[in-house]
């Protein structure tokens, strides 16, 4: 029951993610601009991390899940679960933005219903430079305050800053993924071109994901003050054989 509100937790929190972000580029990109954009992310997983982070971790994102697997602090079966509810809650938020421009007489400010795409002000390869070194960022950010017990009370601020300041960089020349699971929602509604380049922004986010974990234990000091995953073994208990 505990495993199903976890999953529970991160396909609501990532469909919110995606309504109130991507929605804040679909509805308002022309009157309030990048920043209004990028600052609605931000604010929008900072709440989200504080009201359901004590539960699922507020994941909301394939490659912060992925970092987590790799730091050995969620169990392949718990990170792959988690990956598919975040899909599914990126797909409902995508399909939410969607409804309302197709029969809500709502106008899509962004012309292509917020999805992220490369060719205009950014080519292929320097796409994916660019999600694996924001992704690299977001997540090295999301690994380290998590894992410190005197960083727990601002976590949740840390990590929404983060997203925002990967957004600020990013909008203007691929959207900003740093997320597979926030490109795949509106690409499955959107169609044609999002849809051909979205294994860019699945791939490269990943990679980014990946990076993280591999350099945040060299950031982090080792200390009984570290925290541990929803999933992951106590240390302290017995351990089998």
Do not use: C
């Amino acid at each position: 029951m505990d495993a199903a509100r976890r999953y529970a937790a991160e396909l609501l929190g990532t469909l919110l993610l995606v309504f109130v972000g991507v929605g804040s580029a679909v509805f308002a990109r022309v009157q309030g601009g990048v920043v209004v954009v990028a600052l609605a992310f931000g604010f929008v997983l900072v709440a989200l991390v504080y009201a359901i982070g004590p539960l699922s971790g507020a994941h909301l994102n394939p490659a912060v899940t992925l970092g987590v697997l790799l730091s050995g602090k969620i169990t392949v079966v718990g990170a792959v679960a988690y990956a598919v509810a975040q899909f599914v809650g990126a797909a409902a938020g995508g399909f939410v933005i969607w409804a309302l421009v197709r029969w809500g007489g709502v106008a899509d400010q962004t012309g292509a219903l917020g999805t992220n795409g490369y060719g205009v002000h950014i080519n292929g390869g320097g796409t994916a430079v660019l999600e694996t070194i924001l992704t690299f960022l977001f997540v090295l950010v999301v690994l380290v305050v998590t894992s410190r017990v005197e960083h727990a009370g601002f976590a949740g601020l840390a990590i929404g800053l983060a997203l925002a300041a990967v957004l600020l960089v990013g909008i203007t020349l691929d959207g900003t993924s740093v997320n597979p699971a926030r490109s795949f929602g509106p690409a499955l509604f959107e169609g044609g071109t999002a849809l051909r380049q979205l294994w860019v922004f699945v791939v490269f986010p990943l990679l980014g994901g990946a990076l993280a974990a591999l350099v945040a234990p060299l950031v982090l000091r080792q200390s009984p003050r570290l925290r541990r995953g929803p999933e992951a073994p106590d240390p302290a208990a017995p351990q089998p054989g």
